[in-house]
């Protein structure tokens, strides 16, 4: 069992940016791959981004490619995602994840939700202008 805790969300301007930082409890965080989702309101969840248990592996949607980066911290237990040039259409509850299955990379299905098995309860990020 591995218990994850999202913190850093807020109501911030067009533009801005902003860090989302994701605590784990449990079992070795190390084991872990970990994602990032998001869900606005009266959408489905969506991927955002993900990284192997090393951080040496990361994946990113079009959507927030070259806005946002994961990273982390496996001694603190900790993973961020660092958001810049916010838009609009980057608000939504965001989500970490992680999927325990061993493995030096990520999984095939990085981007979909059944492919992580722990999840947070989620932050809020509002963009407003």
């Known amino acids: 069992q591995v218990q994850l805790v999202e913190s850093g969300g807020g109501v911030v301007q067009i533009g801005a940016s902003l860090r989302l930082s994701c605590t784990a409890s449990g079992r070795d965080f190390s084991d872990y791959a970990m994602g990032w989702f998001r869900q606005a309101p009266g959408k489905e969840r969506e991927f955002v981004a993900a990284?192997?248990?090393?951080?040496?592996?990361?994946q990113y949607a079009d959507s927030v490619k070259r806005r946002f980066t994961a990273s982390r911290d496996n001694a603190k237990n900790t993973m961020w995602l660092e958001m810049d040039r916010l838009q609009f259409a980057d608000t939504a509850v965001y989500y970490c994840?992680?999927?325990?299955?061993?493995?030096?990379?990520?999984?095939?299905?990085?981007?979909?939700?059944?492919?992580?098995?722990?999840w947070g309860q989620g932050t809020q990020v509002t963009v407003s202008s």
């Open positions: 994840a992680a999927d325990p299955s061993p493995r030096s990379g990520l999984s095939a299905h990085y981007d979909r939700t059944d492919s992580y098995q722990y």
């Open positions: 990284i192997s248990w090393s951080g040496g592996v990361q």
